[in-house]
């Protein structure tokens, strides 16, 4: 990931992301969704998104836009199905620049200082942090089953297919007992805290910079610009 743009503030990053897909909602001329398509696909080269982590993303994103244009040509005119496509390319590629290099650490501190209250913010990191913790659970499960020879791979026969949420049972069951009891384990530990009674603090602190100053004027002026070009 690229270091200048690591050093932009997170919430400078998270605004440029909103203006871009206000941006794109506000466009009808395809001129103006083209310049923005090519401004979100730049924001991926700029931030240096490694090729590891698009690799299992770009094939689900090509379909998306696929699917897109295949419903608008049906509906609409092709011009309308390429302005769709544009707005589409300007959906993905910013939010994948910001969310891809995100720091899940500064999550919760990023959305409290851009106005949420703590409950929020805080519901917002924890999500953050128990997503993975989730998905390792499954992996520990699923490879504990597989070990005590419980077959997970459903056969090639349509019956089989048709059971498949039966044989994911004796996955999902414990991974949800074991996530509900982490969740009260982490209330209760909130609770003891007096967490809600009053402000609270954070650990890290965000500072805006010359340069988030420019960036957010960047994203302003981004905004902006669709919303004169539409009434034009």
């Given at each position: ?10 919430r ?9 897909s ?6 009808q ?39 897109i244009?295949?419903?608008?040509l049906?509906?609409?005119s ?9 707005r589409?390319?300007?959906?993905l ?5 910001v969310?891809?290099t995100?720091d899940?650490?500064?999550l919760?501190i990023t ?5 949420l ?21 499954f ?10 020879g ?24 414990p ?9 009260e ?9 007096a967490f809600g ?12 910079t ?11 002026l ?6 004169l070009?539409?009434?034009?």
């Amino acid at each position: 990931m690229s270091d200048f743009w690591q050093r932009f503030d997170p919430r400078t990053r998270v605004v440029l992301l909103v203006a871009m897909s206000l941006a794109a909602l506000i466009a009808q001329s395809w001129r103006t969704l083209a310049g923005l398509a090519a401004l979100s696909l730049s924001l991926l080269v700029v931030a240096r998104v490694p090729w590891s982590r698009l690799r299992l993303i770009w094939r689900g994103a090509v379909l998306v836009v696929a699917f897109i244009v295949g419903v608008n040509l049906i509906a609409r005119s092709p011009a309308e199905a390429a302005q769709q496509a544009l707005r589409a390319v300007v959906m993905l590629g910013a939010p994948l620049a910001v969310v891809l290099t995100f720091d899940p650490a500064l999550l919760g501190i990023t959305f409290r200082r851009l106005g949420l209250p703590d409950r929020w913010a805080f519901a917002l990191d924890l999500t953050a942090r128990f997503t993975p913790m989730l998905a390792r659970d499954f992996r520990t499960t699923m490879d504990a089953q597989r070990a005590r020879g419980y077959e997970l791979e459903p056969r090639r026969g349509v019956r089989d297919l048709l059971t498949v949420g039966r044989r994911l049972a004796p996955l999902i069951v414990p991974v949800v007992v074991r996530a509900v009891l982490d969740a009260e384990d982490r209330a209760n530990a909130m609770d003891l805290r007096a967490f809600g009674s009053g402000p609270r603090t954070w650990l890290r602190t965000l500072r805006f910079t010359p340069r988030d100053y420019g960036l957010l004027a960047f994203a302003l002026l981004v905004l902006t610009l669709s919303a004169l070009l539409r009434t034009w």
